[in-house]
Nanobody, 116 residues
């Protein structure tokens, strides 16, 4: 059974940095796309960043230049380096993995709070 486990969330001051990690396990099939969503209280879920197995990336405009998504295909792990964090980045961040043969799988989410 596929499982995605995130780590790296927490409390950080505005302008600070955090690095999220998400490791997928439980399947020998290759992962096509991995990415990160976030959801803040009272707001809709937002797709933050995606990365394909070939390394192509996409970002929502609000994080361009501040966040960097990367992955280690050998470890089935995706990362989100978040710099210059703002209070409006506060949300639960959840990773996902899309297997072309299995579909989408989700992590449980990790809280990121940006506050002084």
């Amino acid at each position: 059974q596929v499982q995605l486990v995130e780590s790296g969330g927490g409390l950080v001051q505005p302008g600070g940095s955090l690095r999220l990690s998400c490791a997928a396990s439980g399947s020998s099939f290759s992962i096509n796309t991995m990415g990160w969503y976030r959801q803040a209280p009272g707001k809709q879920r937002e797709l933050v960043a995606t990365i394909t197995s070939g390394g192509s990336t996409n970002y929502v405009d609000s994080v361009k230049g501040r966040f960097t998504i990367s992955r280690d295909n050998a470890k089935n792990t995706v990362y989100l380096q978040m710099n210059s964090l703002k209070p409006e980045d506060t949300a639960v961040y959840a990773c996902y993995a899309y297997y072309s043969r299995l579909g989408n799988y989700w992590g449980q989410g990790t809280q990121v709070t940006v506050s002084s």
